[in-house]
């Protein structure tokens, strides 16, 4: 009977969560419209479970000509694991330094100090792999430049791109439920126990926990109290921080963490 109030939050949330997405696709609409010749640096995504190698594309779409480029390379190295780099050799033979280790961010370079002429190739410029780590969430790969130093042409002057950010999006791995018993240590074990999602601690993530993530909705993590501030308490009596309730762990909370946790509903 108490569910009645959460039925109702979720149908308004629910609703909200749709025009939200709306007005996202509607923007990223307008954005591609007035972006049709842009110069842009492309992020491709890709999916997997935890195990799985994902390749990941960054791509040149209508490129002005370059002689040199450097990119950084962000992705979330709870989730992710950079195994391997593969140069597509569209921008040169000074292909990209590949550092002792796959650091975070990661740079690509390409440093053609002596080309006499931009290359002007468009398509694939790099594959990046990444291992999905276990308990990884979707999360985005990013590139980013500086526009003043970056990218240049032969005469040495700035060349600026658009970027777009890819995902390497998780899915769920079903969960270990014991045939026949035996395995687990009580029968009945809640699948979402100690889920991240399960904000309220009561083995369940549902409109409940989606409620309380709601609640702190605009935090992010350069507020003073980010790890302190509790608004409501858990089933056991703790509080629950702002922190906990960034889900997808990128530092704020907003509609991706709501997405996240609708999408992790138990049942
Ligand atoms: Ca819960
Ligand atoms: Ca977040």
Redo the contacts with the bound molecule.
């Keep these: 009977m108490s569910k009645k109030p959460y039925r109702l939050i979720t149908i308004i949330l629910a609703v909200m969560l749709v025009f939200g997405a709306f007005s996202m696709i509607g923007t990223a609409a307008v954005n591609s419209m007035s972006a049709l010749d842009e110069p842009m640096i492309k992020v491709a995504s890709g999916s997997g479970k935890a195990g799985d190698a994902v390749d990941v594309a960054i791509s040149l779409e209508n490129n002005p000509g370059v002689a040199s480029m450097r990119l950084l390379v962000g992705y979330d190295t709870s989730s992710l694991k950079l195994v391997k780099v593969e140069d597509k050799g569209l921008l040169g033979s000074a292909a990209h330094y590949m550092g002792p280790e796959f650091a975070q961010p990661y740079t690509l370079l390409w440093s053609n100090g002596t080309a006499k002429t931009n290359f002007t190739a468009n398509g694939t410029i790099a594959v990046l792999q990444f291992e999905i780590l276990q308990g990884a969430k979707s999360s985005q790969v990013t590139v980013t430049y500086n526009a003043r130093s970056d990218i240049h042409n032969v005469d040495l002057k700035p060349v600026s791109f658009a970027t777009e950010n890819g995902t390497v999006s998780v899915a769920a791995v079903p969960s270990p439920t014991p045939a026949g018993g035996g395995s687990g240590s009580g029968g009945s074990v809640p699948a979402s126990t100690g889920s991240i999602y399960?904000?309220?601690?009561?083995?369940?993530?549902?409109s409940?926990?989606f409620a309380i993530l709601l609640l702190y909705c605009g935090f992010d993590k350069s507020s003073s109290n980010w790890s302190t501030l509790a608004k409501v308490k858990d089933s056991k009596g703790k509080g629950i921080t702002a922190s906990s309730c960034d889900v997808n762990r990128d530092g704020v909370i907003d509609m991706l963490d709501l997405i996240d946790l609708f999408i992790h509903y138990t049942k």
């Design positions: 399960d904000l309220n601690g009561d083995s369940k993530v549902d409940k926990d």
